[in-house]
Nanobody, 125 residues
Framework: QVPLVESGGGSVQSGGSLRLSCSTS????????MGWFRQTPGKEREGVAA???????KYAASTKGRFTISQDTARNTMYLQMESLEPDDTAMYFC???????????????????WGQGTQVTVSS
């Protein structure tokens, strides 16, 4: 398994912005999905945004219009640009990757076999 390493988390005030990065030494051969998930204590891990190897993106309803997922295949890096952050966005953010077919990426943590260690995002009001 190729490890994933997240970076870019931090503390910001409501309305602020952050950009998270997820780096890997090599992307999965063939089609894949890479996703961002977040989790707060006592809650299940939830999908935030995902990107297919063909460039199609998917967003959770709570982040659509505020977050933008992208990838730089030359750098084997995925990004999550987060704008207009709200206190409810406070969580540990994880990136994950999985080999995938042609279907739309899904926010189902169990089907992503490779995860990073997470980066904390804290938004204060």
């Amino acid at each position: 398994q190729v490890p994933l390493v997240e970076s870019g988390g931090g503390s910001v005030q409501s309305g602020g912005s952050l950009r998270l990065s997820c780096s890997t030494s090599s992307l999965t051969d063939g089609s894949y999905c890479m996703g961002w998930f977040r989790q707060t204590p006592g809650k299940e891990r939830e999908g935030v945004a995902a990107i297919h190897s063909d460039g199609r993106t998917k967003y959770a309803a709570s982040t659509k219009g505020r977050f933008t997922i992208s990838q730089d295949t030359a750098r084997n890096t995925m990004y999550l640009q987060m704008e207009s952050l709200e206190p409810d966005d406070t969580a540990m953010y994880f990136c994950a990757t999985a080999g995938w077919g042609g279907a739309e990426c899904q926010f189902i943590p169990l089907i992503f076999p490779i995860w990073g260690q997470g980066t904390q995002v804290t938004v204060s009001s």
